[in-house]
């Protein structure tokens, strides 16, 4: 078993930043690899980024547009979402996940484990 917690979301203005952190604890969290989703009110779940185990292999939606920064740090169990230049479009429930796809994928329906999400409100 894995348990991820998210946190660092809130309320910011358009065009402000904001890190999510998602912390890991369990069985060899290193071995996975990671990814964000979100999901809007109304809307499917989506899928923001991933990084591989190893931090090298990276995957993005194509609404980030270099805006939004994925990292991890094994030493501390911990992926990170650097989001920047938000827009009120990227309001949503964002959640961290876990899979054992050695690169990771943007397929939601492969990630095994998942965090309670942590809400990312923007303003106009």
């Known amino acids: 078993q894995v348990q991820l917690v998210e946190s660092g979301g809130g309320l910011v203005q358009a065009g402000g930043s904001l890190r999510l952190s998602c912390a890991g604890s369990?069985?060899?969290?290193?071995?996975?690899?990671m990814g964000w989703f979100r999901q809007a009110p109304g809307k499917e779940r989506e899928f923001v980024a991933s990084i591989s185990w190893s931090g090298v292999k990276r995957y993005w939606a194509d609404f980030v547009q270099g805006r939004f920064i994925i990292s991890r740090d094994n030493d501390r169990n911990t992926v990170y979402l650097q989001m920047n230049s938000l827009k009120p479009e990227d309001t949503a429930v964002y959640y961290c996940?876990?899979?054992?796809?050695?690169?990771?994928?943007?397929?939601?329906?492969?990630?095994?484990?998942w965090g309670q999400g942590t809400q990312v409100t923007v303003s106009s």
């Open positions: 369990g069985r060899s969290f290193s071995r996975f690899a």
């Open positions: 996940a876990a899979t054992s796809v050695w690169d990771g994928t943007k397929s939601h329906d492969e990630y095994d484990y």
